[in-house]
């Protein structure tokens, strides 16, 4: 990536520079195109990835559009935890790129596949998620399908519909994340 004429550096950021990582851990790595618009740069790194990595999927998050630019990347069908975060940053911020832009490059799927995964690391670090995890429940679930769940019943059922929706390979990454809850079909 830094061999892009764009890219003025690369940093390693969050848990893995901390030194606080576990198990679930991502890298997220920071890019500054400073001089160039971050938003239109963070449309690129699927393809440039694409060209020398075997790629399972790519997740924009449009949720933190326009003020934060991230796109994550899955790697590896036997580690699900596996994603390489990139968070497109530059002076001046620029914030071109809109929600329905970074949707329209995004499958539906790996999205919530992604943060399904993301919901589950969180929840087995014990950390306050219900919130996160009844939002992606209810646009991929009915309510009645939730409703006097727990949250590991909800997220187990969440994985569910997503497996049965979804193609190989992310069909086994929802049947592995949902082994992590304990829960086998």
């Known amino acids: 990536m830094k061999e892009n004429p764009k890219v003025k550096e690369c940093n390693l950021n969050g848990s893995l520079a901390n030194g606080d990582f576990d198990k679930y851990s991502d890298i997220d790595i920071k890019v500054d195109v400073s001089g160039y618009d971050n938003g239109k ?3 690129m ?4 990835i694409k060209e020398i990595y ?12 326009p003020y934060v630019y991230v796109v994550s990347f899955a790697f590896s069908k036997d580690d699900i935890f596996s994603f390489i975060d ?3 940053i530059a002076t001046p911020h620029m914030s071109a790129v809109t ?4 949707r329209k490059h995004n499958g539906k799927k790996s999205l919530f596949l992604k943060l399904s995964i993301a919901n589950t690391k969180h929840f087995l670090r014990n950390e306050n998620c219900h919130n996160d995890i009844l939002t992606i429940a209810s646009l991929v679930l009915n309510v009645d399908e939730i409703q006097d769940k727990d949250d590991k019943e909800i ?6 519909r997503l497996e ?3 193609e190989y390979p992310l069909k086994d990454m929802a049947s592995k994340c ?3 809850l304990g829960f086998d079909k």
């Not at 790194?45 to 440039?48: A, E, G, K, N, R």
């Not at 399972?56 to 559009?65: D, K, N, Q, R, S």
């Not at 929600?99 to 970074?102: K, T």
């Not at 997220?155 to 569910?160: A, D, E, S």
Request: aromatic share 14%; charged share 15%; proline share 8%.
């Open 41 to 43: 740069f963070m449309l």
């Open 45 to 48: 790194p699927p393809d440039i």
């Open 54 to 65: 075997n790629v399972i999927y790519t997740a924009f998050a449009p949720g933190l559009l």
């Open 86 to 88: 990139f968070e497109c």
């Open 99 to 102: 929600i329905d832009e970074a």
């Open 155 to 160: 997220l187990i059922c969440t994985l569910n």
């Open 164 to 166: 049965q929706n979804c």
């Open 178 to 180: 949902r082994n992590y």
